[in-house]
């Protein structure tokens, strides 16, 4: 099959670590399925596997006993089911399907007991971690990452939202004291971006009330469609990054002027002096100091990146006073990506497909992601469907 490769001597900018070459179609166990991919989303996965950072995924497939040399990156699609293992029976050859990333061992004894897949030692992120993802006409998964395909979406559609409508959906539902409820108002950063576009919609569905952070008025429109009750543009503040240390009166007390009218924005947008209950982060390092900051009492940060850095900081002095919550949180389990697939299903949540790429330009797509020049929402590119519009299915 042909396949978009990753080799470690290509690591680097997408342009240079994608290859098209022509590789063997992976061999499915009897708990997978094989299937053939109409199309697949583009997103940061893609990106960090080129770059071989934060990890080595070549590397990471060698300990794990696959020794093939190359990585198909890809971590959401949708598709075909060609082939189904001896021991799958949820899951029929021909069926329309979107597939999730999250893979895992369901023979797993603490799964089975139960718990939660995504905190078991077997779970890892399907076309990251693991090999035969997205980016090849067939791809390898288990039959528990397969979801139905939503009748009214082309298969572009279907094909860009699980990996970040999963992990928009387990942020905002998955921690039970902070779910969001009616009235809460939750602030969501990149609001015309992947995760932000789809975490808006979420938010709105619960019936709280999302206020949309962007860099350029031009955003805010597309925020304010999908239902944010007020947009800041960030490029009005410049104290972001890690917090100066509080032994140098001068330098902390100019960056808590800059999160104070921050914070003070969020309530001229709102028409009320609130805090967000839910901050919804995952630049990480630039605006985590000020997430936590504007976070209501009792509130909670909520993040799924570090996109522009790993190493944040805080002010403990106002985390524990005002008690609030810093919360980690990746990808979803089977019953989140369950929930949200059945939220775009009913038409709740738009998949914000923004633009779709043909399979050749799979590394531009990604290039034009690593540099921050993508449209807004959530990108595709065709892999076995011959033409963009293809795969909405008659109603009865
Ligand atoms: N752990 C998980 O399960 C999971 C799942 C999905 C995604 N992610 C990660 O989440 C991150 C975002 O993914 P995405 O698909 O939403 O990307 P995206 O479409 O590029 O959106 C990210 C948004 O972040 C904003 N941003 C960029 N630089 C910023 C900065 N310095 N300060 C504040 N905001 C900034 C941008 O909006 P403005 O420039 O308009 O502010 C951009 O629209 C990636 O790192 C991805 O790998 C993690």
Request: aromatic share 10%; net charge negative; charged share 20%.
């Amino acid at each position: 099959m042909y396949a978009h490769t990753i080799r470690e001597e290509r690591f680097g900018d997408p342009v240079d670590a994608f290859c098209l070459e022509y590789v063997d179609t992976p061999e499915i166990g009897e708990d997978e399925c094989l299937v053939a991919v109409m199309a697949t989303g583009i997103n940061y996965n893609g990106i960090w596997a080129g770059y071989g950072r934060p990890i080595n995924v070549i590397d990471g497939h060698r300990r794990r006993g696959d020794h093939r040399g190359y990585h198909v990156a890809g971590s959401e699609a949708s598709g075909i089911v060609y082939e189904v293992g001896s021991a799958v029976s949820t899951v029929k050859v021909g069926d329309h399907v979107v597939l999730h990333g999250g893979w895992w061992d369901c023979r797993c004894p603490r799964i089975r007991a139960g718990e939660d897949p995504m905190l078991t030692p077997s779970h890892l992120v399907w076309g990251y971690e693991t090999n035969d993802g997205s980016f090849g006409q067939f791809t390898r998964v288990k039959a528990h990452q397969v979801l139905s395909k939503p009748a009214h979406l082309t298969w572009e559609e279907a094909a860009v939202y699980t990996v970040n409508g999963g992990a928009a959906y387990r942020g905002l539902f998955g921690f039970e004291e902070h779910r969001v409820r009616r009235g809460d108002v939750v602030l969501v950063w990149g609001g015309a971006g992947g995760l932000g576009t789809l975490a808006i919609q979420l938010v709105v569905a619960a019936g709280g009330r999302p206020i949309a952070v962007v860099s350029d008025d031009a955003k805010s429109e597309c925020c304010r469609a999908l239902g944010a009750v007020g947009v800041i543009n960030r490029k009005k503040f410049d104290h972001w990054g890690v917090i100066p240390d509080w032994r140098d009166a001068e330098a902390y007390h100019q960056w808590l002027s800059g999160a104070r009218a921050f914070g003070k924005e969020i309530w001229r947008v709102l028409g009320e002096r609130r805090n967000p209950r839910i901050v919804f982060e995952h630049p990480g390092e630039s605006t985590l100091p000020t997430s936590c900051f504007v976070c209501a009492e009792g509130g909670m940060v909520v993040i799924c990146a570090g996109t522009t850095g790993y190493t944040a900081s805080l002010d403990l002095r106002r985390h524990w006073m005002r008690q609030k919550r810093l919360q980690g949180t990746h990808g979803a389990n089977t019953a989140q990506y369950r929930a949200f697939n059945d939220m775009i299903a009913s038409g709740v949540v738009d998949p914000c497909l923004s633009r779709t790429f043909t399979f050749d330009q799979l590394p531009e797509a990604h290039q034009l992601m690593h540099l921050g020049q993508h449209p807004y929402g959530n990108m595709a590119a065709l892999v076995g469907a011959p033409e963009m519009g293809l795969g909405r299915e008659e109603r009865g």
